[in-house]
């Protein structure tokens, strides 16, 4: 039987290896902390690695797209949230050349490692080209 830490039943093995953005342990994070202000930002944002777990299971479970979001959420974590924003600006439609979001992905993939984002970034500006959504 799985014990319980906080208000989650979770097994001890797997709830001692997911950690915050900050590498606090999951079971340090509970409600008692956040009232005794203990916690940092860092300590609600997800690390990387409890993604890219959730995206193993989504992948094992049949949901691939799934998977693949949580994937690319992984790879964006160390992405500071002002780029985080421009990038977004740069995705919609007719903010960006086909050149910017090539460049754009070619930056994410040598700055961060970001492989999965870079490849999503090129498909849309294919995407974008042939549907005419590009900046003119």
């Known amino acids: 039987m799985a014990e319980t830490k906080g208000e989650y039943p979770l097994r001890d093995s797997v709830a ?3 950690r915050a953005h900050s590498g606090r342990p999951l079971g340090d994070i509970t409600a008692e902390a956040i009232s005794a202000g203990e916690l ?3 300590d609600l ?3 990387a690695d409890t993604l890219r777990r959730q995206a193993a299971i989504a992948r094992e479970g049949g949901y691939p797209q799934l998977a693949a979001n949580l994937q690319r959420a992984a790879e964006l974590t160390d992405v500071p949230n002002e780029e985080l924003l421009k990038i977004y ?3 919609r439609p007719e903010r960006a050349s086909y050149d910017e979001l090539v460049r754009l992905a070619d930056y994410l993939e040598a700055t961060y490692g970001a492989r999965e984002n870079a490849a999503f970034i090129k ?3 294919e995407a974008y080209r042939e549907r005419g959504l590009l900046r003119r």
Do not use: I, Y
């Open 40 to 42: 940092s930002g860092d």
């Open 89 to 91: 600006e740069l995705l």
């Open 123 to 125: 498909d849309a500006a």
């Open 16 to 18: 001692d290896q997911l």
């Open 45 to 47: 944002r997800t690390h």
